[in-house]
């Protein structure tokens, strides 16, 4: 799914490739973690100011603040969609169920015909992989993943954020209406700060900040994009400040709560790849731009393959290195796969059954004799 619009000089094609770079994140923050023990550059990886570039859980929440970004482009601006629930529903659906259920299948034959479970993997990290027996229920539960009580490690750890992803996809038309008619950007800060609100306080809209935050940052893209175009100091300085805010778990004292801060370094982040030709040319660069189209697939996938891989090389080549090229390789493989076979199709089913609903003729109404 390409992400492209023109609004003047404005071309959003660079954000597939940040969420590439994110997806290889997620990679990296599993791939260091599963080989802990094993880490010839563990000093240097672990420096609070390298150690985001491989921090997994900020990665996602960048994953959100863009989806939430993407999902609200077509409805704001002069020529915005019309809000209809039934036709986004279905097109979310098509969009990220079929890929899942593949990496599902997938990582349940590599879990009981290629990992190896006495392989001692375990040791490396601490981790558990595959030790839980999968029932039926379970299956039933993964199969429409935003079931109650559905455990994610079960099968492929990394899905907890899909469901997630899932859930407010479903309602998202709700924050697209809030969005549209929210016109002031002191009226957008309120709504944030009392979303905030309850996420920290009440415990309750917490899943959506994040995405309400990159939808608004969608409603005011082009006058933000328009002040950083001014200059490139400006943008190397927000820059650094948007670093060390990503960077806010590992160099802020945990008593100040990092996720806010992180959210507000990746709103900046995406504000910058819109406005920077340099990071434009960095993400479109043909092989970010290439992880950035199977970036879905590839975060889907990568777990269950490093698991199975370290399982069957770490105990013969005890080369943590081998495992996460093997492992990175063969993810890329699948992921690609994936996206020719399964998304693209996928999406295209989708958007054919809105053309049918959207195309189907409404009945005449009867006459009035017909209906006393």
Not at 76 to 82: L, N, Q, R
Not at 100 to 114: K, N, T
């Amino acid at each position: 799914m390409s992400l492209i619009e023109h609004h003047g000089n404005l071309r959003l094609k660079q954000l597939d490739g940040l969420r590439g770079l994110a997806a290889f994140s997620v990679f990296l923050s599993h791939a260091f973690g599963m080989m802990a023990s094993d880490r010839g550059a563990g000093q240097f990886l672990d420096f609070p100011l390298i150690r985001p570039l491989w921090d997994g859980f900020i990665a996602v929440i960048l994953f959100f603040v863009l989806s939430g970004f993407v999902l609200t482009l077509p409805y704001t601006g002069p020529t915005s969609k019309k809000v209809e629930f039934l036709t986004f529903d279905i097109r979310r659906i098509f969009r990220l169920y079929p890929a899942y259920w593949v990496a599902i299948l997938a990582s349940l034959g590599l879990r009981y015909f290629i990992f190896n479970p006495s392989s001692g993997l375990q040791s490396l990290s601490g981790w558990t992989f595959w030790d839980q027996p999968i029932t039926s229920i379970s299956l039933v539960k993964h199969f429409f993943l935003i079931a109650p009580g559905l455990k994610s490690n079960d099968i492929d750890r990394v899905i907890w954020s899909l469901a997630t992803e899932v859930k407010v996809s479903l309602i998202f038309p709700v924050v697209l209406l809030l969005v549209q008619k929210t016109k002031n950007v002191w009226y957008c800060l309120v709504v944030l700060l009392c979303t905030f609100f309850c996420a920290k306080y009440l415990d309750v809209l917490g899943l959506f900040l994040p995405f309400l935050f990159g939808s608004y940052i969608a409603k005011f893209r082009l006058p933000i994009v328009t002040v950083l175009r001014t200059s490139r100091w400006l943008q190397a300085g927000m820059g650094v400040v948007a670093y060390l805010l990503y960077a806010s778990r590992w160099i802020m004292p945990k008593a100040w709560g990092f996720e806010p801060w992180s959210m507000l370094g990746v709103g900046i982040i995406l504000c910058l790849f819109m406005s920077s030709d340099l990071l434009k040319r960095v993400t479109t660069f043909r092989p970010i731009d290439f992880l950035g189209d199977i970036s879905y697939s590839f975060y889907l996938i990568h777990f269950p393959v490093l698991v199975t891989v370290g399982s069957i090389l770490y105990p013969r080549t005890h080369s943590a290195s081998l495992c996460i090229l093997v492992s990175l390789a063969a993810s890329l493989i699948f992921a690609y796969v994936s996206y020719r076979l399964i998304e693209i199709p996928g999406q295209n089913m989708g958007k054919a059954l809105v053309r049918a609903l959207r195309s189907k003729p409404t009945p005449a109404p009867l006459p009035a004799s017909e209906t006393s």
